[in-house]
Nanobody, 126 residues
Framework: QVRLVESGGGSVQSGGSLRLSCAAS????????MAWFRQAPGKEREGVAA???????NYADSVKGRFTISRDNAKNTLYLQMNSLKPEDTAICYC????????????????????WGQGTQVTVSS
């Protein structure tokens, strides 16, 4: 069993920062791929950032230079540092993980991930 629980969401003004955390329980190893997705009102879920061990990370173009994904394997925790937040970042953010084969090119595809958290709300006001 793999369980993911997000936290750290909230409401901030444009230009502010938030750090999301994803606490993982079960068998999450360094070889597991982990990612953040988000779903804005009226839109489909999209990949935000992904990470695999210390080999690579990947970001959506819309967040490059503003967001940073990281993981602490000793604590089984995934993070997403979000800076310079914009109103268009408003969304429910989800943590995801998979033990299946993956690669950087496919790492932001929703269907690649089998384990999901319940989400945490991020609201950015102008």
């Amino acid at each position: 069993q793999v369980r993911l629980v997000e936290s750290g969401g909230g409401s901030v003004q444009s230009g502010g920062s938030l750090r999301l955390s994803c606490a993982a329980s079960g068998y999450i190893y360094s070889r597991y791929y982990m990612a953040w997705f988000r779903q804005a009102p009226g839109k489909e879920r999209e990949g935000v950032a992904a990470i695999y061990s210390d080999s690579w990370s990947n970001y959506a173009d819309s967040v490059k230079g503003r967001f940073t994904i990281s993981r602490d394997n000793a604590k089984n925790t995934l993070y997403l540092q979000m800076n310079s937040l914009k109103p268009e970042d408003t969304a429910i953010c989800y943590c995801a993980a998979t033990g299946q084969s993956n690669n950087r090119d496919d790492s932001l595809q929703t269907w690649k991930y089998m384990y999901w958290g319940q989400g945490t709300q991020v609201t950015v006001s102008s």
